[in-house]
Structures are given as structure tokens and as C-alpha cells.
């Protein structure tokens, strides 16, 4: 039992990756099945097989986890084939979520509907029964209103309920004791109950965290159970582990139970892969940037940890659990390039996609779009996979008649597509990084995606970020990560509304807190390689409406020295963040929160070196600085490892090419990782700007 | 590559003006700047409105004469480190609650760029009960209190002395210190990224994107002006009065001119200005102008200076939508803008309907401010659910969106969020059935609210209008209108009292306010709607069954209905 296999099954690809006893990593990359997800991932795993020169049920029997990345709850959400669900809710309150505070995100747009609600308006059933601001029951809980409403949503066909009652984050009685009389009398359904799922102040950010869970569960649930039984078919007896949109793993029960965590379950392998390529490094602090063919996405990797949000809002409906801050903008090869009717130029978030895909692809696609751009300027040295040969010269004709509109020639629009979408990821990473307070100065930026080493180093100069990593396998990047996800669980304390004329916090009743918070995750996870923990606060000026998440200064526990600690870091971090600090202002912990860490694999498991790949050893023409300028390619497997090299250069890879621009120096590493800097510096003296003393971040 | 440039830099612009209120939203601490009633805005050493973040459209609208009025006073005075602050509504600001904070931006020491942060503050003084409204103020001292432009800081020195003088005539002092400094680090925060944009682009590339950009937004609007019917067309609507010393209903009037890629609004012939708060500032019908017009184009353009080329609005001092000295102001944000911009959807209905709204529901809130017994802190709160947007040709109305001043850019604050903030607890808060105005596409819903008042001699105002059968929202092309505003208040000795509106109440604990908001009017005849959602709005209890066979025309033995309310 020495073997662990990751698996992530996104729309298009299963990706798989295999690491052995002796560190050596195999990766298999095949079709996905949507109609069925485990058939590709089955077959998956035979192919992983044969190239391990193993047969499946040998593998499988060396094989101790599986780790499995799914898009099956994020596409359920997005085509809207999740489970047909109820909401019960407090008397009063029926449209709490439909009425989605009042607000769009494109306010001058009319002329097109709102978001279809997950829940009708039909299956929203109220029952008497409330708690005040306090927590202090108001009027008691209607348990015969709670069973007529499960009779209507069994006579409704429902296959999951949502409960979530006012002011529950502060005593979740009422929805233990509804859940229980509705278990009763629904049988099978699906049950989500926000006081389990989302302990948190907001009523309407608990309901449709709450409802979202209760719309995707059925549905994971019913994968993995297909699944489990696939694998046990198989013989397979070890644990399956499911990635989470916090980026680290959890047990097949869990998973299904807070299906609202696997929300990010694909995407969120990355920061895993992203965290072990800047380790290796001995770099702290990194943005890692995924651009494919739809969207250019944005997150933090920090000291080996992710950046966590409770704000975000997947395809519009906001949860509050912690997962990834990942943002996104609607830039990626597909993204199509228009003028306005004012005539300035525009790039997304209209996308080809993958079909037609862009014009040089032949398909059908007509519209220019950042990969026929790419294409005329000579970026694309590598493959495309599929066997698929690109048309340059269908490119020329779309970029043509965008530059007819903009008074310029086809290659001149195809370098003003570039830059504008450049300009547009760098617009958005700016944001990212503000966001957490950080300095671009002293991160590293980890490019993955089919066209993210493309476009990496033109946004590394735009926001001066001294140095760009471009990883080895980066096509598989996610199931790579997933090897290396620790199980990860995130517990939330709330202090806000207990007492409002209580005094500052108290370090004891902190200290307390955080004690019977690490308690539960003892019990949670297993604690025998070990439990790491996280101590954070959200924090916030008396009176403020948001908090600033900090982390608690390194020490044994909460005492005044780490309280006062704590607020120094937020005064600084909000005069970062925000322009202003009033450190003569009182302030108050709204919660506290821990994340806690058990590792799944042994610290020393190395990351190897990618296998060469074709040699494509030549030269090309590609433009840089207003001209053709013919510039070499070379093979990222066959360059001399850790040999300074100039650009301007295109080295292709699995599935990519990175462009070193002039006045870019790169290396490759040992472990196949890109490397590119300033020409004017070194490796050493990069690598050791990004090693020193580090500003305090946000989370 | 100018057009490419040009493109940079308005994206980058209007990134600088987003993560501006991004810090805004994020730092702020009053309710009304967390419900997003706040703007962020640029503009040019040459006073052109460049790019903006317009969460609430009609503050927007108003930043070019906010600025104007800091220009007046100071141009040849501008240093490197001060900070402007303005509410007054006759030195260019829209009305006293918005505060505009405008700050200079240098580069290696010229004038390049200003920044301007704007927002509803909890409080700006005067005798008002909430958020700045005062139904009896009958002139501008009786409004608020009046801030000219001066500056909060002078070459990077705070001025003690302004800001003392500014908070020490107010009851919510710490709010808006802490929202003023909220303000002020936003626009450090774009004075910032600018200076880094210069440095990364030049001064010349980028000045020369800037005049490139503004002509984009110029042609833009131009084109989508072109593509209304050439002709003079007329529209009337009204106020439903102007505030506790003047109740009778008071008129906008509106004569909008078509001439290709022009068009003139013209409000001359509005009525007279009224001793109340309900009068209009210029600056506010301008505003209140471009929510229209940019609420009937191409959603996806900018909103700059360079728009304002391609339009004027014409307005007579002395009236309703051109107060001067010495008219109250404060409710002009809501009322008269919403009656502007009917005016202007039903003139340019008469056009085309299918360029047009059928009519949005009026603002009516009620907004309780005082102390909370229960924590000692101050508050400031409302309590109802938001009324519903009209319908186009195409779409149903949003439900529960609020007023057109807004265009849904707000967010309600969170019904956990206000019972912890506040001495009042939202008992009910839902749709109400039949309260869109029906159509082959329908208004958005209005709601229907109950909210109890958990403290002692709280006082309430009720402001805004939609409370008469003349300014319900109109419904187009056969489309019908929605019911009116409305609220009674069943007070805990068993008293019941409706409020009239635009006036003062105080309310104690266990006092109880129904509030019923209208929905949007319907567009297109009601009959025409499609059956399967006819049936889908009585199953989900947004319809009656007596309004669908009534109003709709539904078959009443159609047996696939099912009464959901």
C-alpha cells in the first residue's frame, strides 16, 4: 500500500497522476465522459496502469488513496441540473433569497432576466419559530408547521430541503429539531442545515450557501456512491479523499454532506502544486494565474497556504464557507476581440470556447480571439494537442477585418488584442494583490494554463513582479496538487452579537475558544501525522460593516501580548489596504477562525523532473517591440538545466509555449520548473529578494 | 495603436475608479455606504469626467459640478496633498447627504488627474430625523448643515479646525468621521495607482489616450442617440408633494428633442420651486438625466464626460428641477429624480416604447435614527423591502430592485446585520401578490413589510412618493400600472394611523409599520402573456387567481393553476 493516485475529472480532460513509493511521479491524461463522469475515470486509471506496467487491479491493490477532483457540483450549478429543492425558513421571511438584497450585477441592463433562483418560489416554505439578536427564543419553534411543510415537499417530489432560520449561527436548536421532524418524514431526502453548514451571521449569505448545498449534494452524492462501488468492483480498498474548495481534501461522507465545499473541488488542486513548486524554490509568496480558453483566474499562495474567502459568489449566489479566493475574469485564448461602437477595442468576455473555437482552428469561428492574436505573432511554438494544426492564415483574415476597424493591419491588431488583454489579466491581478495587502515587489508569479506562459511575462513587467515561474506538467497541474492536498477544515467562532456592551475581547475567553475549536478538529481529523493549525481574526473598527482577516502572531496562545499583536498587524494591514487607519479608534474580534491541517503525505516527497519532451529545436519568426524578429525556440526538456539563456526566446512545453520577451533572462531547473527574470538580475539575487523579510498579508 | 491605447487606459481608469469603492465597500461604516449608496469617479487636470464606479447613478451624475464647485473656489490653489470636502447643493454638489470628497493627483509636480469619492452619510446635521431627510425643512439651514468646499487637509496637513467644525454639529459624529476617512482612502488609494500609471505609460501616451477615449465615449452615445425617431415629443410627471409645508403635487415637465445624433432636454417649463425638501438641484437633474439615458442605451458604455457632449439639459432657475437659494434640497436624490426620469422614459416611449421602461416604483422608506439603548451606539436604519423595476419590451421587471435612482446597484442591508445595529426587528419581509403591473411582460414584484420598532420615542420619517394615483408606475403599449405606495402603522395600544407621507412620526416599542411598496408597470398587453407564465406566477403567489382570469385573461377552468400565495 505505498501508491497514492490523484484523479481530476474536468468537462473536457480526466487528468492522473500516480506518485509511487520512490517518489517518481507518472501523469495520464484522457477523454472525460460526462454522462457518466466514473467511466472516464476508470478508464483513467487503466491507462495509468499500463504506463505504471502494471495491471489496474495491481495498481489499485498498491494503493492507499485516491484523490478525486470533481466539476460535477460546479456544472450541476451552472446548467442548472441540480436536485429539485425546498427551503424552509423563518415565518416572515419567504423571500430572503429571491429577493438577493435588492441588487444586479449589471445595474443598466434591462433587457435580460434575472438569475433563474435555485429554489421557486413554491418550494419556499415558512414556519413560526424565532430567536432574537441575543440567540433568546422569541417564539417557539412550530413543530406541526414544520410537518405540514414536509408533507408539501414530499407531495412537491423534492429531493433535498434547505433549512435556514434567523439568527440560527447563534443557537442552532430550532433547525436540529426541524431537521430531525423532516428527516423523519422525508425519508431520503437530502437535508442542509445552515447552523451546520454556515455558522455565520448574514442571513441571506447563510440561506443560499445553505440552499446551494441542498441543490448540488444529491448530486455528489450519487457520484460518489456510483463511485465507491465502481472502485470497490475494481478491488479497490483504500480511501478516497475528495478535494475541496478550500483546497484541501475530505473523506467521501463529508464531502457529500457540505457538497457546497467541492464547489472549487477542480481548480482547487492547484495551489497545492502551486505551494510545492515555490517551496522547492524557497519562495514564500506567489500569485499563481491560470489562463485557458474561457478565463484568466487569480489566487494567492502564501507561505505554503492558499488565500481563503467566505465572500465569494460562484455563478452569481454567494457562499459563505471559506474556499479559494480565486478571481476570475472572462480572458482566455477564446475570448473573442471587438471594437465598440466609440470604436476602442475590447477582448472578452464573449469566448469561442472550444467549439467553434478561435478562427484559426478551422471550425467554423470567424471572430478574432487571443489564440488567433497569439498565432500571428508567432507566440505558439508548442502543440495544441488533439493533432490539431492551427491555420494562420484564417487567423490573418479575423484579425484583418478587426484592424479594417481600428485603422490598422492585421499584425498590428493582432499585437493590439495582445496587449489589450494583457492589460485587462494585469487590471485584474492588480486587484488581487491590493486585495491582500501585498507588495508585487516581493512575489513570484506561477503561470499555468495553456495560455497563461504565454501572456505571464508581459504581465510580470506591467506589475514589476520580479520573477515568473512556469512549472513542469503544468497541463496537469490540479491532479498533481491533489497528490500533495492536506485534509483541511476551517472552524469559525462567532463573538459578534453575544454581548454588545461587553469590553474588548478577553485573551482567555480567545484562548478558549480557539481550544475548543482545535478540540474539534482533533476529533475531525486524524491526528497522527500531526495537526497544524492556523489562528486568524476578523477584525474590524467598532461600527464597521466588513473585517479584515488576520492571522494571530506566532506564539504558544492567546495572551494581552497576542492580542495587542493582532491589532497592530490590522492597523497596518488596513492602512495598506484601504488608505486610512484610525488607531485611536476601539475595535472589535467579530470571529475567530482556525484552519486546521493534516498532512496526507510525507513532507519529503519530492517533486521530479518532468520527462523531456519532442525535440522542437529551431527558430521562428515572432514579433516583439513593433517587429518580426526571428527568435529561437527550444524545447523546455532540452535545455541545459540551471544555464542562463536571454530572450527573446519561445520554449515550448507540453501543451504551451512561454514567451521570453526581450530584456527576459530565463532557467530551467532541475525539476523541469521555468524560470524568467529581469535580464539586469540573476537567479540568486531574485530568488533572495523574494526570501526576505515578508510584509504581513491578508488572508 | 492610439484606439489600443486608448483601450488600456480606459480599462485601466475604470479599474482605478472599481477598486476605489472596492476599498469604499470594504472600510466604510455607516448602513448607507455598505447598502452601496456611494460613487467613485476621475477626472483630468482639465476638468473632463474620465471614468467612474457608479453603484448609485445619481451621485454620479452630479461628481462634474461637485467639482466645479471645488474649481470655483480654488482654481491657482490646488497643492499637492490637499483634500477637498463639499455637500452644499449651491457650490455644485447634488444635495446635502451625498458628500464629495475631491483630491488632486501630481505627478513629479503637476496637476494631472483628480479623484472623487462620494457617498450617503448617516448624518449631515439639520433637523432631520434619518439620514438626513427632514420633511419640515423649509429652506436650505433647515436641510442640513452646509458644507462649501473647503479643505480637510492642505498639503497633506489635516485641518483640525474644518473637521471639528464639521463634526461637532452633528449626532453621528463617529460614522461620519470614519466614513469621511473611508472616503479620503479611497481617493489616496486612486491618487496612488494613477501616479503609477503615469509612471508606467508617460504623461504624453496618456493624456493623448484620454482625449481618444472620451471622443469613444462621445461617438458611442451618439450612435445609440441616432437610433431614436428624429422629433419633439412631451412628458409630464409629478412629485406628490414637496414636504410638510407644501402639499400639493408639483410637476416636471419635460419637452425632449430628437435631431440625429442629438438630443436637448428640455425641463424649462417645470413648475416652481416649493418651500420643502423635495426641490431639485440642477447638478441633481442633470444627474437624474443621464440615469435615464444611460438606463435606455447600450449598457455596456462608459459614462464620462465625452457622453455629455452629444446632449443638453435645459432647466430654468427657480424651479422644481433648477432650485436656487434658499430651497431644501435634501429628498431630490429620491422623488424628483425618479419623476426626471420617467419623464424622460415616457418622452422617449412616445418615440418608441420598445426604447423605453414602463415605469419603475418610487422611492418610500421609512428611516428611524437615534441611539440604541441596548449598546449605547447610534443608529441609523429602514426596514421595508424595495418596490420593483418596470418592464421592457422583452423582459419582466426586477423584482424587489428599488428605484430608478439606484438601477439596482445597492445592496439591502441584512436582516441579522440590521437587528443587530438597530432597536427595530423586520417581522415580515416578502413579495406582495398582484403588486407588478401586469403585461405581456410584467413589472418586477413589489414587497410588503412588517417592521417593529423595539424602543421607546424612536423617531421615524416616512419620505418619498408613488403614494397617488398619478405617480403609481405607468405601464407601456397596453401594459398596466402597479398599486400604489402605501402604509399604515398599528401602534402596541391598538391604535392605527396611516403616515402620511413626507413627514415625522415617533414611534414606541412594540409599534408596528406595514409598508407596502409597488412593483414595476407592465409592457404590452396582458392578455398576450404567455400562459405557462401566467400559471407559473399564481403557483408561485406573485399572481392572484382572481387577477389572473381577471387581468390576464386566463382560462379559469385551466386546471394546470395552483394557487400559491
Redesign the interface.
Known sequence: MTHRIAVDVGGTFTDLALLGPDGVELVHKTGSTPAEPSDGLVAGLGGLAAKAGLPLAGLLARTDALVHGTTITTNALVTGTGARTGLLATEGLRDVLLARQGSRADQFDSRTAPPPPLVPRHLIETVAGRLDRTGAEAVPLDEDGVRRAARRFRAAGVEAVAVCFVFSYLDGGHERRAAEILAAELPGVFLSVSSRVAPEVRLYERTSTTVLNAYVGPVLRAHLDRLSGRLAGLGYTGRVLVVQSNGGVADMERAAERAVGTLLSGPAGAPAAVAAVTAELGVPDAMAIDMGGTSFEVSLSSGGATGITTRAEPAGHPVSVPMLDIATIGAGGGSIARTTPGGLLRVGPASAGADPGPACYGRGGGEPTVTDADLLLGYLAGGFGDGLEPSADLARDALAGLGRRLGLGPVEAAAGVHRAVNAEMADSLRLAIARHGLDPHRLALVAAGGAGPVHAAELARDLEIPLVVVPAGASVLCARGMLRADLVRHYVHTLLGRDPRAAATDPAEAEAAFARLEGDAARDLPVDAGLRFTRLADVRYVGQVHEVTVPFPDGPGVDAAALAGLLARFHRLHERLYGFAQPEVPTELVNLRLEARSPTLAPDAAVPAAPPGPERDGTRRAWFDGAFREVPVRDVGAVPVDERQEGPALLAGEGTTTVVPPGFAFEITASGTVLLFGADRDRAGVLAGLRGARPEAVR | ?T??L???I???LH?IA??MA??M?????S?A??S?DLVTGIFDADGNWIATK??I?VLAGSLPSAYEGVLAKFAGDVGEGDVFVLNDPYHGNNHPPDVTVLKPVFHRGVLRFWTATKGHHADVGGSGAGLGYNPGARDCWEDALRVPPVRLYRRGERQDDVWDLILLNLRLR??VE?DL??Q??????GE??LVAMLD?FGVDPVLEAVAA?L??????LR??IARWPDGTYEAVRHLDDGGEHHREPIAVRLRLTVAGERAVFDFTGSDPQVAGYANSTRANTVAATLVAL??AT?????RTSGALSAIEVRTRPGTIAHAVEPAATTLCTITACEAIVEAVWLALAAADPALS?AGWCRGYAFAAIGVDA????PFGATGA??GG?GA?A?????????PPV???????V????H??GAPA???????ATDSAGAGRWRGGLG?FS?WRIDQDGVRVVCIGSGALERTVPYGLAGGLAAPANRSVVRHRDGRVTVPRTNSTLVLDRGDVIEIHTSGGGGYGDPRERPRAAVRADV????VSAAAARDVYGLDPTDDDV?D?A
Open positions: 495603436m484606439a489600443v486608448a483601450s488600456v480606459d480599462n485601466r479599474a472599481a477598486r472596492d476599498a465597500l470594504r472600510s466604510c461604516r448602513a455606504f455598505q452601496r457608479d453603484f447613478p463617529d460614522a470614519g476617512h473611508c479620503i482612502g479611497a481617493a489616496a488609494i496612488r495607482e508606467a477615449q471622443a469613444a465615449s462621445a461617438r458611442h450612435a445609440e444611460f438606463g447600450d449598457p455596456a458604455q462608459r421602461h441596548r449598546t449605547g451606539r423591502l424595495k423595476s421592457t422583452g423582459c419582466d421587471g426586477w423584482d424587489a430592485i428599488g439606484a438601477m439596482g446597484g445597492g445592496r439591502e441584512d436582516v441579522e446585520l437587528e443587530l426587528t423586520v417581522l415580515h419581509q416578502g413579495f414587497g412588517r403557483r408561485d403567489g406573485l395552483e400559491g
